[in-house]
């Protein structure tokens, strides 16, 4: 599943992850906020996929294409799908090797939107650039010492706090990102 992210941006679209501990009320907000054309869901949290989708349906919104991802090795296609929705391995097999990357506009083109329902409950989204994640990058491994000096040795371990600031920087266009 970690080649969706790279996927999703280099397809010319926005990756937009959800809490999975949401219900499908929450969710459906959220993809409707998102105007999301695919979600992508683990076989595991079908169910609440489903009735997710039921509630945008029920509004009359445009329905995003579902795309089931079913981890295990026994069975790795899922079985019973409506005939919109895909099986993640199936679709990824038939994918076009031929396929051009659909390169950003501009570097403040985005990348990501980070969805957080905070202290209010009520959803909201940090929309995140290019620009601001390709700045967060450099300078997270740029020197570990100085820039990053809660990582642990094997960089493993890295302060949540610290995590958050940078790219809440990178949002706002603080000094981190603007160089």
Request: with cysteine; proline share 4%.
């Amino acid at each position: 599943m970690q080649e969706l992210h790279f996927a999703v941006s280099m397809a010319g679209a926005v990756l937009c992850t959800l809490n999975m501990r949401h219900d499908s009320a929450m969710l459906s907000i959220l993809l409707m906020r998102s105007e999301a054309k695919v979600i992508f869901v683990d076989k595991k949290l079908l169910e609440i996929a489903q009735g997710t989708l039921a509630l945008l349906a029920d509004k009359k919104q445009n329905l995003p294409l579902l795309v089931v991802i079913c981890q295990t090795n026994k069975s790795p296609t899922v079985e019973n799908l409506n005939p919109r929705d895909h099986d993640y391995e199936s679709l990824r097999g038939s994918g076009d090797s031929s396929f051009t990357i659909r390169w950003p506009r501009t570097e403040f083109d985005p990348i990501s939107i980070n969805c957080t329902s905070g202290t209010t409950s009520r959803p909201k989204g940090v929309v995140y650039s290019h620009r601001c994640v390709s700045q967060y990058h450099r300078h997270f491994f740029a020197s570990q010492d100085e820039f990053v000096p809660c990582l642990s040795l094997d960089r493993s371990n890295v302060s949540l706090q610290r995590l958050v600031h940078d790219l809440g920087a990178c949002s706002v266009g603080w000094d981190e990102c603007s160089s």
